[in-house]
C-alpha cells in the first residue's frame, strides 16, 4: 500500500526526522511537488471559465498530484534497494563482484525517480504559467507559492541525481544523466523567473504604483 495512505501528514514527517533511511529527500520533493500541484487546483477551482480551458488544467493538475503521490513511493522502493545491495554479503571474491553489480544497478534504478520527478516539475511549472495568465487573480498568490514548491521539487531531484551518480562508476550513463539534469534544471529556472516576473508585475500593477 502506498505511504501516503498509510500514514498521515504528521506521521510522515516523524519518519522524516528519524534515523530510518526511509522517507528521505526524494519522497519529500515529490510531496512538495504534490501540495504544489493540489495549490494549482485551488485556483482552479475557485475561476470561472465558459471556455473549458481551466477544467482541462484542473484534470491535468489531479494526475500531477497522483504522479506525485506514486514518485513518493517509487523513491523509497528504489532507496530500500540500494540498501539491500550494500548489505549483501562481499566475503569471496565471487560474493564481492556480485555486490559491486548489484549496487550499480540499484543505484542506476534509483536515478530514475528523481529524473521523474524532475520532468514532473517541469510540467507543474508549466501548468502554473497557465493559471497565472487565466485563472482568478485573486489567489495569485498561490500561484506564486506552487511555483516556487514546483521548483523546489526539481532542485531537490537535481541534487538526488547528482549524489547517486557520485557512487556509480559507469561513466557514460553518469555523463548522460549530469547532462539530462542540467538540461531539466535550466528549463526549471526559466520557467520560475517567467512565472516570477509575470506575478511580479501583475501584483505591482494592481496596486496601482
Not at 179 to 194: F, N, P, T, V
Request: aromatic fraction near 6%; charged fraction near 30%; charge should be negative.
Amino acid at each position: 500500500m502506498a505511504i501516503w495512505n498509510e500514514e498521515t501528514l504528521s506521521e510522515f514527517n516523524e519518519l522524516l526526522g528519524s534515523d530510518r533511511p526511509t522517507p528521505g529527500g526524494g519522497a519529500a520533493g515529490a510531496l512538495v511537488a504534490s501540495v504544489s500541484s493540489a495549490l494549482l487546483m485551488m485556483v482552479t477551482a475557485l475561476t470561472d471559465d465558459e471556455s473549458g480551458e481551466i477544467d482541462e488544467i484542473e484534470e491535468e493538475l489531479a494526475l500531477f498530484r497522483e504522479e506525485a503521490y506514486g514518485l513518493m513511493e517509487e523513491d523509497c522502493l528504489g532507496f530500500r534497494e540500494v540498501i539491500k545491495a550494500y548489505r549483501l554479503p562481499d566475503d569471496s571474491s565471487k560474493a564481492a563482484e556480485n555486490k559491486k553489480e548489484r549496487i550499480e544497478q540499484a543505484l542506476k534504478e534509483a536515478s530514475l525517480p528523481p529524473e521523474k520527478l524532475m520532468e514532473l516539475s517541469l510540467n507543474i511549472l508549466k501548468s502554473a504559467l497557465d493559471v497565472a495568465r487565466k485563472g482568478n487573480k485573486n489567489a495569485w498568490t498561490e500561484v506564486g507559492i506552487a511555483g516556487l514548491f514546483a521548483f523546489a521539487a526539481a532542485r531537490s531531484s537535481y541534487y538526488n541525481i547528482l549524489i547517486n551518480v557520485c557512487s556509480i562508476d559507469d561513466e557514460k550513463f553518469n555523463r548522460e544523466k549530469v547532462k539530462l539534469a542540467e538540461d531539466m534544471m535550466e528549463k526549471a529556472r526559466k520557467l520560475r523567473d517567467e512565472l516570477d516576473e509575470y506575478l511580479h508585475q501583475e501584483l505591482i500593477d494592481c496596486q496601482h504604483l
